[in-house]
């Protein structure tokens, strides 16, 4: 996943991550001093209830209040700080990794888009990237956050272990010397008070067995951390042949859609009916397995908390570890330790979803194009295109598609290619504008090899206009400016006219500024019939 996110970062994304750990070590130190100042707080709230300390007591509770109130304000601005920031960079970074995704697209040749599904290339830059920035705020937002509570939780858990008698606040706490010249015929339940009061402030020796409590608590997360690893591994897997179930059943969905005239015209509703519940039995099964695999996890972090709170009170009250002075803030951090689990769990959850996704993604992102154009390749000068002993097939195990073609096209000449279905015909075409390279022999436009041509001037002196019809969303105008941006209207009608289709100009340029189409269509889904010729028009 590192490697995929390392490939879009930017030094503005570096600086913001260093201000959100800053951010978000704030916010953990603020979660963490809370529960302690708490136990401060009910402990001066004891004493102010001995009348002897009333008044000791009662500026120490307001103190403590004062000092918990900022604890408060502090962690609701660091907490919206964090969220924000984590959405930003999240956005930021997916979005640039979908624009480098796409672009990577673009530079694919024919015979790397064969090796690619469409609905797979789809799904890759919708619903895997959308995995992966959920990843990324749960790993900013809550995964940072739950390692520095771990991580601060263990450490205050060591501190208060070793020294019991440690204070968040220096406060003037009562002790026998308040008690000289004070009546001894008070209240029984004052002097009750008194008396506890007096044990939670003395009673903080250390014992030499201090450090069993933060080792229970570290080996009890080791084992545990250790455990949701192996779950981990094996969800990531589960989940990554989920996405390529959801491939096959976009697959299957696309073809019906788009295909929908020929279902109907023979009746196969039945027949597609049954091929899509294969495909949804599939996907239903692979995300059945990835779901249970990883709901392992909560019963897992359940016993680890359940364990750990059980066996630091036991081993700490039986090795006298744990006192009655600072049992409270024991138990408040190692609540805070297995509170930052259990947010850590949520994004082990999110991180497998996008590990699978990470490795789609990069799967792309890895490919080298088949096809390679020169940067300082030569341009063409005479349209004079040369075929000599060529012979070309789509992949290295399958037969030839052309076997010895040899072939001058001069200028101005008009050639015809008649052939049966699947003779070649049109791969033959895709050679000549370098959408296939071809196997063997050589291929020369203006006596240049093919392979040295610059990839701009071999587009602009070279236009296609493939069988399959296909045209954006927009307007019959914006579709014929895909061959020439500024193109004016009497550009357009010029083009009609040298496509030798004046009959139908009229008709196609009373709709110029009128029609649209809502989305990229295809010959399986000809709304016009003139969307033959806006394409020989456009190319």
Not at 202 to 230: E, H, N, R, Y
Not at 233 to 262: C, F, H, P, W
């Amino acid at each position: 996943m590192w490697y995929v996110i390392k490939s879009v970062m930017k030094p503005k994304y570096w600086w913001t991550m260093l201000g959100l750990l800053f951010i978000l070590i704030g916010q953990a130190t603020c979660e963490i001093l809370l529960p302690l100042s708490l136990t401060q707080l009910t402990q001066q709230a004891y004493y102010s209830m001995v009348t002897v300390f009333h008044n000791t007591a009662i500026n120490n509770v307001l103190y403590v209040a004062l000092f918990q109130i900022a604890l408060c304000v502090g962690f609701i601005i660091c907490g919206i700080s964090s969220g924000i920031i984590s959405s930003y960079l999240g956005s930021q970074i997916c979005g640039d990794m979908r624009l480098k995704l796409y672009r990577k697209i673009q530079d694919l040749s024919f015979a790397d888009l064969d090796n690619l599904k469409t609905s797979s290339l789809i799904t890759r830059l919708t619903t895997d990237i959308e995995a992966i920035q959920n990843a990324l705020f749960m790993i900013f937002r809550v995964g940072l956050r739950s390692m520095f509570l771990f991580l601060g939780g263990l450490v205050a858990t060591i501190i208060l272990a070793h020294d019991p008698s440690l204070t968040i606040l220096p406060l003037k706490t009562p002790g026998p010397a308040d008690l000289q010249g004070q009546d001894w015929n008070a209240n029984p339940a004052d002097v009750n008070l008194m008396i506890l009061g007096l044990i939670m402030n003395q009673s903080t020796k250390t014992t030499d067995l201090w450090f069993l409590v933060p080792i229970i608590l570290l080996a009890i997360s080791v084992i545990m951390f250790g455990l949701l690893l192996s779950i981990l591994i094996k969800s990531s897997r589960q989940y990554k042949i989920t996405k390529y179930a959801i491939d096959d059943t976009n697959s299957v969905m696309r073809e019906k859609i788009l295909g929908v005239r020929v279902v109907k015209s023979f009746n196969l509703q039945e027949n597609q009916i049954e091929r899509f519940k294969y495909v949804n039995e599939k996907l239903r099964k692979a995300s059945e397995k990835s779901f249970i695999t990883s709901m392992w996890m909560y019963p897992i972090i359940n016993m680890c908390m359940s364990w750990a709170v059980i066996l630091t009170i036991y081993v700490g009250v039986s090795s006298k570890a744990i006192d009655v002075a600072n049992i409270g803030s024991i138990m408040a951090v190692t609540t805070l330790i297995l509170f930052g689990m259990v947010l850590m769990i949520n994004v082990i959850l999110q991180y497998g979803i996008a590990l699978g996704s990470c490795n789609r993604v990069r799967e792309v992102l890895d490919k080298k194009p088949s096809i390679i154009f020169k940067e300082n390749g030569l341009k063409i000068e005479k349209p004079i295109i040369k075929f000599e002993n060529v012979n070309f097939k789509y992949n290295e195990t399958g037969e030839y598609v052309l076997k010895d073609i040899n072939l001058t096209i001069n200028e101005d000449e008009t050639i015809g290619i008649i052939g049966a279905t699947g003779s070649g015909k049109s791969t033959f075409v895709s050679l000549i504008t370098r959408m296939y390279d071809i196997k063997e022999g050589k291929l020369s436009i203006s006596n240049i090899d093919i392979k040295d041509i610059d990839k701009h001037s071999l587009r602009n002196e070279i236009s296609l206009s493939p069988q399959r019809v296909t045209l954006f969303s927009g307007t019959i105008a914006s579709n014929l400016r895909y061959g020439k941006n500024d193109a004016t209207l009497e550009d357009m009608q010029e083009a009609a006219k040298g496509a030798e289709a004046e009959g139908a100009e009229v008709k196609i340029f009373d709709l110029y500024k009128l029609a649209k189409f809502t989305g990229c269509v295809s010959c399986f889904g000809c709304k016009l019939p003139e969307h033959q010729g806006v394409c020989v028009y456009r190319d």
